[in-house]
């Protein structure tokens, strides 16, 4: 199970919810299922608006760092990942700091999900 912490100035405080190991939902969908909204628009990986930043804590093995080619390419595109990252990711699992919600899957790890409530402003 997935201990998820969002974190924003657009809640009143932060919200915690669990992800059920071996469940396919995205994080956005997870947000959503929780009433913590994330800026979206094309839940494609195309447009970046749901762009946030991940804080793995400490004491389970990061999982989750598959990225999509979308994801890759808008990260790219908007400044918020390096091809050297991405290298990282697929080689030696080490995750980027910046994921697009409608595209990262949760798997097993406990973290912290901070943006801004802008699109785009992780
Ligand atoms: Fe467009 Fe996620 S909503 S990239």
Redesign the pocket.
Known sequence: MAIITFSSPTLHRDVTVYATAGDTKTV?SLAEKNDVRIP???????????LIEVKYLAGKPKMAIDLTDKEKA?LQSLGRITAAQIEDAEVNHVAPPFR????FIARDEDMIIAFTGEPGGA
């Not at 979206?40 to 749901?50: K, L, P, Q, V």
């Not at 697009?100 to 595209?103: E, F, G, K, S």
Request: proline content about 0%.
């Open positions: 956005l979206h628009d094309c839940r494609e990986g195309d447009c970046g608006s749901c808008t697009l919600a409608c595209q």
